[in-house]
């Protein structure tokens, strides 16, 4: 029997051997001490790539977005969120946890936007009845959509015109800029700090990074002490993710393409609806008679899929188009 096509996340592939030869070689020192000169390159050349001051390499997204809220609030300030935004939906709740900052969620619009109206009517007057309203945060790409750029442009200028810092959680952010074919600093540049996953879909085992300005990343520093992950000889960790900076960026389009070839498999299933991919996620809502056991049931055929709000199908680096044709085999005989 083949071994199963794990569509459950882009996080779950495992390091290619070039990328654990990456690891084994490198150079590392005591990163609490800023010493490895890994950790250093890497946070210099995301810095670079993405037009930032500084860089904060960090173990997971999570710990990312959670320095960065806190670096930007004050215990009691409120920041404004999208309703089903990562930061503020699946990350435990920590930016009010730990840092004690009110989330002001707002919905999110079908393309992943938060409506301008919405973000407008969400600032809080300077009055001592409120949270004083500190940042905007965005994601992208968001449920696998890229955010218009257009958008992006208007929602962070609107937050600096009222004082907003502005937040991105990006931790598909390579996605979305070879989806849309921009450069992914055109996008980073809106925004005053970004968050990117190098574990996503660019197939690093751990780490992602934070990125702003020098001073804001001076904060974040110790934030990331106090939570826990100042790491030590973590350059065997950054040269992965150096490694999947020079190597798995541009490949993110084979992901895409395999997400896309998979949608058109599923094409005149009754009872299917099929959301046209725009990177590397596919999400597939059934008639409610189909659902119930469809996640099992695809599993036991040889599909890992997750099935929470919707159907959700993620390309990746261990993913083949000889995987995507025998899922699609599966999924047109079992959904
Ligand atoms: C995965 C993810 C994160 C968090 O990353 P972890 O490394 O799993 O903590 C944050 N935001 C988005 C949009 C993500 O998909």
Redesign the pocket.
């Known amino acids: 029997m083949n071994p199963p096509i794990d569509l459950r ?1 882009d ?1 779950v592939t495992k390091p290619t051997p070039a990328m654990r030869a990456a690891m084994a070689a490198a150079e590392v020192g005591d990163d609490v001490f800023g010493d490895d000169p890994t950790v250093n390159a890497l946070q210099a050349r995301i810095a670079a790539l993405l037009g930032k001051e500084a860089a904060l390499f960090v ?7 959670l320095c960065g809220l806190m670096a930007h609030c004050q215990r009691g300030d409120e920041y404004l969120v999208g309703q089903m ?3 503020y939906r ?2 435990g709740g920590g930016a009010a946890v730990l840092g004690s900052i009110q989330p002001q969620p707002l919905p999110n619009q079908p393309d992943g936007s938060i409506a301008l109206e919405d973000i407008a009517a969400a600032i809080k007057p300077d009055d001592a009845h409120f949270a004083r309203t500190r940042l905007l945060a965005l ?1 992208d ?2 449920g696998g959509q890229v955010l218009p750029q257009a958008y992006i442009e208007s929602a962070t200028a609107l937050a600096r015109s009222k004082g907003l810092a502005t937040h991105l ?4 952010l390579f996605n979305a800029a070879v989806a849309s074919g921009l450069p992914a600093l055109e996008i980073a540049r809106h925004f005053d700090s970004v ?1 990117v ?1 190098f ?2 879909g660019l197939g690093a085992p ?3 990074a934070l990125v702003g300005g020098r001073e804001f990343i001076a904060r974040a520093h110790r934030i990331r002490k106090m939570v826990g992950g100042g790491m030590r000889q973590a350059g065997v960790l950054a040269a992965a993710a150096l490694h999947a900076l020079d190597h798995h960026v541009e490949r993110l389009a084979e992901d895409h393409a395999h997400a896309r070839a998979l949608a058109e498999g599923l094409q005149g299933l009754p009872g299917v609806t099929v959301t046209p991919p725009q990177s590397n996620i596919l999400f597939v809502d059934l008639a409610p008679e189909k659902a119930p056991g469809v996640v099992d049931r695809l599993r036991a055929a040889g599909v890992l899929c997750t099935g929470l709000y919707r159907l959700r199908f993620v390309t990746h680096l261990d993913v083949s188009s000889r995987d995507i044709d025998r899922a699609i085999g599966v999924l047109r005989q079992h959904l």
């Open positions: 996340s996080t173990p997971t997204g999570t710990q990312s977005n935004a990562h930061t699946w990350e994601e790409t968001w959680d990006g931790a598909r968050s996953c574990s996503k751990v780490g992602s």
